[in-house]
């Protein structure tokens, strides 16, 4: 089947097709940011999507992923009879396979120089760090990345060890007074989402560690911010660190 219209409901493969073909989006979600001139028909969030608009689009594509999306409006949507592409992205293989999955596979479109780009990029990417952190990405109440995370996988390429890589869950939530104990960590990084953490709100609940603020696009998306990521991070690494 000739793809010719996709509703993405995942904000960084929203900015993957917008900037390989953009004329197949039809539709996005609210939290779709990038990139900043889209003008598609906002079918509301990632976790409740409006499954009755997005079925009115009637696209021939509908890109989703297993960690931002929930199975039942995928299933919803399933049902109504579409075509429904699901990513599992937790590694940085796993995210370029998937991207090429999504785009020549699914959408139909000729492999991007982007993403030749973005592999590269982290190829030649050294793990030029040697230490341990905490990673928040929630508070009230504080949460941390833990287990099989792809921004994990990303700090980890760079030499940043995850504190709670070992954890079994993927997200927990931690107590703020155990991501300070003595030996934890060397190092906090704080994202800017999903909790807009920054230098006014975050850092001060860590009063013994060096923070590092990070771009959350481009520690937790998987599109073309990935090209630059590596040098985005390691000069938020760096500048905590100095």
Same mark, same amino acid.
């Given at each position: 089947?000739?793809?010719?219209?996709?509703?993405?409901?995942?904000?960084?493969? /929203?900015?993957?097709?917008?900037?390989?073909?953009?004329?197949?989006? +039809?539709?996005? /979600?609210?939290? *779709?940011?990038?990139?900043?001139?889209?003008? +598609?028909?906002?079918?509301?969030?990632?976790?409740?999507?409006?499954?009755?608009?997005?079925?009115?689009?009637?696209?021939?594509?509908?890109?989703?992923?297993?960690?931002?999306?929930?199975?039942? &409006?995928?299933?919803?949507?399933?049902?109504?009879?579409?075509?429904?592409?699901?990513?599992?992205?937790?590694?940085?293989? @796993?995210?370029?396979? @998937?991207?090429?999955?999504?785009?020549?596979?699914? *959408?139909?479109?000729?492999?991007?120089?982007?993403?030749?780009?973005?592999?590269?990029?982290?190829?030649?990417?050294?793990?030029?760090? &040697?230490?341990?952190?905490?990673?928040?990405?929630?508070?009230?109440?504080?949460?941390?990345?833990?287990?099989? /995370?792809?921004?994990?996988? #990303?700090?980890? $390429?760079?030499?940043?060890?995850?504190?709670?890589?070992? $954890?079994?869950?993927?997200?927990?939530?931690?107590?703020?007074?155990?991501?300070?104990?003595?030996?934890?960590? &060397?190092?906090?990084?704080?994202?800017?989402?999903?909790?807009?953490?920054?230098?006014? &709100?975050?850092?001060?609940?860590?009063?013994?560690?060096?923070?590092?603020?990070?771009?959350?696009? $481009?520690?937790?998306?998987?599109?073309?911010? #990935?090209?630059?990521?590596?040098?985005?991070?390691?000069?938020?690494?760096?500048?905590?660190?100095?």
């Amino acid at each position: 089947m000739v793809v010719r219209s996709v509703v993405s409901l995942v904000p960084s493969l /929203t900015e993957a097709v917008a900037a390989t073909g953009p004329e197949l989006l +039809v539709g996005a /979600t609210d939290w *779709c940011s990038e990139p900043g001139d889209l003008d +598609v028909t906002r079918v509301r969030g990632t976790k409740n999507p409006d499954v009755e608009k997005i079925v009115r689009l009637a696209p021939d594509l509908v890109l989703a992923n297993e960690e931002e999306n929930r199975p039942p &409006d995928l299933e919803a949507l399933k049902g109504a009879g579409l075509d429904v592409l699901v990513t599992e992205i937790r590694t940085l293989d @796993e995210g370029f396979g @998937e991207l090429d999955r999504v785009l020549t596979q699914g *959408c139909g479109l000729p492999r991007p120089p982007w993403l030749d780009e973005a592999e590269t990029a982290w190829r030649e990417a050294r793990a030029e760090f &040697d230490v341990r952190a905490v990673v928040p990405v929630w508070r009230r109440p504080w949460m941390v990345l833990g287990r099989d /995370t792809f921004a994990g996988a #990303l700090l980890a $390429h760079l030499g940043v060890r995850n504190a709670y890589a070992a $954890h079994p869950e993927r997200y927990p939530k931690v107590p703020v007074e155990e991501l300070n104990e003595p030996g934890r960590a &060397d190092l906090v990084v704080l994202p800017d989402e999903p909790y807009a953490f920054s230098a006014e &709100d975050g850092p001060e609940a860590f009063p013994g560690l060096p923070a590092a603020l990070v771009s959350g696009r $481009h520690l937790t998306w998987y599109g073309p911010s #990935l090209s630059e990521a590596p040098g985005v991070i390691g000069a938020a690494l760096r500048a905590a660190l100095r």
